[in-house]
C-alpha cells in the first residue's frame, strides 16, 4: 500500500487502520509511488516522539512532507523555518518567535473574539452553515494578516486570495485554483516588502527585513511558512470544533457552568483533530525504531493523527473529553520544530469556545464531515451545521 496517496484515506477507515499499525508496533515501508524512493512510517506514540525529539538522528532539511527525499530535496531547504535544521533554524525561530509569541496572542484576543462575533451574525441568518467555508478559514486568516501587517484597505483581498488557496473545493471558491491563488498571495507579499522596506512597522515582514543576514527571498520564504502554517492547520482545528461540540452535547454547558474548562478543551480540539496529518524526516544516521532497522538518508513520515489516538497514551483515544487532562499530544509537533504559532493557535480555539458559549446553546451537525483528500492536513471539506441560540 501507498500510504502517500490521498485517495487511500477517503477509501478506508483511516483511524481504524491506524490503531492496527499501533497494537503491532509496525513500521511499514511504502514503496515508490508518492515518495519517489519510497518511506517508512510510523503510527505509536512512542515511535512519532522518538523521530521528532532533539537531537535524534533526523533532518527536516530535504523536506518535511512526503515526496521529499535526498534525491529531491525541497528547494526551500535550509532558508525556511520549518524545513532548516541547526543554528540557522535557531536564529529564523527566535526572529519570528518575536512576534509569533504569547505576547501576540493575548494583544489579538479582543480582536479574534470579535472577528468571532461577526462570523457569528452571518450564520444567524441562515439555518444551515458550511463551518468548513464560512468561520475556519476566516479566524487564521486574519490573525495571519495582523501579524504580517497587511494594511487594512487589501484584508479583504487577500482573505479572499487566502480562502481560495486554503479553502478547501468548495464551489464557491472556483475564481481561480489553489496555485494561482498561492502565486498571487507571494506577488503580494512579494510588493509588501518593498513597501516594508522603505517604510518599516511592527509587523513580521520587517521583523525579517531587519536581519541583514536574510536575502528578500529568505524573508519571502519564511512568511510563506507562517502564511502556510497559520492557515492550513488552524482552519481545521477550528471547523473540527463543531464536529467535536456536536458529538459531545452538553460540552458547551459544562464550558459555561466552568470557564475554567477552556484550556483543557482547546488542548482536546487540537488532539483529537490532529490537523497536521504528517511530518516527514530523512535518517542522517543508521537507527533502529520500535526493532525496525532505518538506514541513514531514509525518509521516514510520522502519523500524527494516530500517535494522537495511541492508546497506550490515552484512554478512550477516539473520544472528544473536554476534561482530558494529561494531554500531551503531538498535534503540535514535538523537539525542535515544535509548532511556533501554538501560542497563536491556542487563543484563536479559547476565543471561539469563549463566543460560542456566550452565544451557542447547542450545535448539530446537519451535513458531513466530508474528509478533504489530503496527506498533508486533516480537516473537512464539508461540514454543514445547525445552531441553536442563546
Ligand atoms: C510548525 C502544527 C498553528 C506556524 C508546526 C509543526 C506542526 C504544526 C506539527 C511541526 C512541523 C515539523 O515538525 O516539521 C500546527 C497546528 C496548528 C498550527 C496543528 C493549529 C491547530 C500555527 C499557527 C502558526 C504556525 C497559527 C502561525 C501563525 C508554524 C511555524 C512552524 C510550525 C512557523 C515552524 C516551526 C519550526 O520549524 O521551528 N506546526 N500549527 N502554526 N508552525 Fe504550526
Known sequence: MDLGDPGLYLDIDRYAFW?????????????????????????????VRQVLAPNGP????????????????DRSGGQMLVVTDGTHHERLRKLAGTLLSRRTATALTDFVEQEVRDLLVKSRETAETDVTVDLGPHIPASVVCEIMGVPPADRDHLLTLTNHAFGGSDDSFSKMTPAEAHTEI???FDSLIETRKRRPGDDLVSVFLADPE??????????DNVLIG??????HAVTATFNALSSTPGALDALRADPALNPLMVEEIIRWSSPAMHVLRV?????????????????????????NRDYR???????????RRPNKHLALGHGPHH??????????????????????????????????????VQGYRRLAVGFEWQ
Do not use: K
Not at 230 to 235: A, D, F, K, L, P
Not at 348 to 375: F, H, K, N
Open 58 to 73: 533526523f533532518s527536516s532539511e530535504y523536506g518535511m512532507m512526503i515526496g521529499f527525499d535526498t534525491t529531491r530535496p
Open 339 to 376: 509548532c511556533l504559532g501554538a501560542a497563536l493557535a491556542r487563543m484563536e480555539l479559547s476565543a471561539l469556545l469563549r463566543v460560542l458559549a456566550d452565544e451557542v446553546r447547542s450545535v448539530e451537525v446537519t451535513d458531513g464531515p466530508i474528509w478533504q483528500r489530503s496527506v498533508l
Open 186 to 188: 507571494l506577488l503580494y
Open 19 to 47: 490503531d492496527e499499525q499501533i497494537a503491532d508496533g509496525r513500521v511499514v515501508w511504502s514503496d515508490p509511488g508518492s515518495s519517489p524512493n519510497g518511506f517508512w512510517s510510523v503510527f505509536s506514540y512512542d515511535a
Open 313 to 323: 497514551e490515552f484512554a478512550d483515544p477516539h473520544v472528544f473529553r473536554p476534561d
Open 283 to 307: 535518517a542522517t544516521d543508521d537507527v533502529v525504531i520500535n526493532d525496525q532497522p532505518i538506514r541513514r538518508n531514509e525518509p521516514v513520515v510520522a502519523w500524527l493523527p494516530a500517535a
Open 230 to 235: 497559520g492557515n492550513e492547520t488552524t482552519r
Open 214 to 223: 536574510l536575502s528578500d527571498t529568505d524573508v519571502l520564504m519564511n512568511c
